[in-house]
């Protein structure tokens, strides 16, 4: 795995194929090689280059000698485009990441030529807020929680009725979310960055062409939020996946994948963007 020394940390990154560059960046606590299964080979067998990258304080990327805001998880991001020289490149961001890229698409505009954000909000409504606060309040507490039971509310909070129900699906999640819950403690520097003011008002300058894909059954970022966010960019498509939670992108990946590469192809069509999708 390459290392970009950037911003006083070293950020870890992988980079696949050659083509269009796009970089996929992954929402709080998450690794980069959360998109390995699903969206890099969509992309790669599109023809795509794919570049994904480990957030700053996920192992082994860096978190800093002092801690770190969602601003220098920006700058992280404009800082690895450029140590790249990808300007101009896609885009992908999930919940965090995806704020992380509405941002960039603020502070940085030439960097990026088309983005995608799912799972995302302009603002901290009052659940989301009391959601933060207790996770970051059970951190802080320095009880442990026991894996089995943190698996069990990590499923019910981030997948589907639709995999819920599903005997097979249901026990791969609950092993996946068991062995992931004794490395959760790598993203306690992230908790609390998507606390944010309402940032909609600065969104309408964004001239990136933008998808902002919801997920139906996300109980973490609902889909009323995601369409605030696309109602707040001109132009932005909002497109919503049905039977699918907060992790979409892997529970629904064929539904999601041909909605990001259809952005792709409509934005280089020329096609008018500005529409609603439920699908």
């Known amino acids: 795995?390459?290392?970009?020394?950037?911003n006083g940390i070293n950020l870890s990154f992988d980079d696949y194929g050659v083509g269009a560059p796009v970089l996929l960046v992954t929402?709080?606590?998450?690794?980069?090689?959360?998109?390995r299964t699903h969206?890099?080979?969509?992309?790669?067998?599109?023809?795509?280059?794919?570049?994904?990258?480990d957030n700053r304080g996920i192992p082994p990327s860096d978190a800093g000698p002092e801690g770190f805001t969602l601003a220098d998880?920006?700058?992280?991001?404009?800082?690895?485009?450029?140590?790249?020289?990808?300007?101009?490149?896609?885009?992908?961001?999930?919940?965090?990441?995806?704020m992380i890229v509405q941002e960039l698409l603020v502070a940085r505009p030439r960097l990026v030529g088309q983005a995608v954000l799912m799972a995302t909000r302009g603002r901290s409504d009052a659940l989301a807020t009391a959601m933060s606060l207790a996770e970051i309040e059970l951190y802080d507490s320095g009880v442990t929680v026991p894996a089995r039971y943190a698996a069990f509310m990590h499923a019910l909070q981030s997948l589907s009725p639709r995999t819920l129900n599903d005997e097979r699906q249901i026990r791969d999640w609950l092993d996946v979310f068991?062995?992931?819950?004794?490395?959760l403690s790598a993203a306690r520097g992230q908790l609390g960055l998507e606390l944010i003011p309402d940032r909609r008002p600065g969104f309408a300058h964004i001239q990136c062409p933008c998808l902002v894909i919801g997920f139906q059954d996300d109980l973490i970022v609902r889909p009323p939020l995601c369409r605030e966010v696309a109602e707040a960019i001109p132009g932005a498509?909002?497109?919503?996946?049905?039977?699918?939670?907060?992790?979409?992108?892997?529970?629904?990946?064929?539904?999601?994948n041909s909605a990001i590469l259809?952005?792709?192809?409509?934005?280089?069509?020329?096609?008018?963007p500005g529409q609603v999708i439920v699908t």
Do not use: K, N
């Open 237 to 256: 498509t909002y497109e919503e996946i049905p039977g699918c939670g907060h992790y979409g992108y892997l529970e629904r990946p064929t539904e999601v």
């Open 262 to 272: 259809g952005f792709f192809a409509r934005q280089t069509t020329g096609a008018v």
């Open 1 to 6: 795995m390459p290392v970009a020394r950037i």
């Open 27 to 35: 929402g709080t606590g998450a690794p980069g090689r959360v998109w």
């Open 39 to 53: 969206q890099v080979p969509a992309l790669r067998a599109a023809g795509y280059r794919v570049i994904t990258m």
């Open 178 to 183: 068991e062995v992931s819950a004794v490395t």
């Open 73 to 98: 998880m920006v700058a992280d991001t404009a800082a690895l485009i450029e140590h790249l020289g990808v300007e101009g490149c896609r885009v992908v961001g999930f919940s965090l990441g995806a």
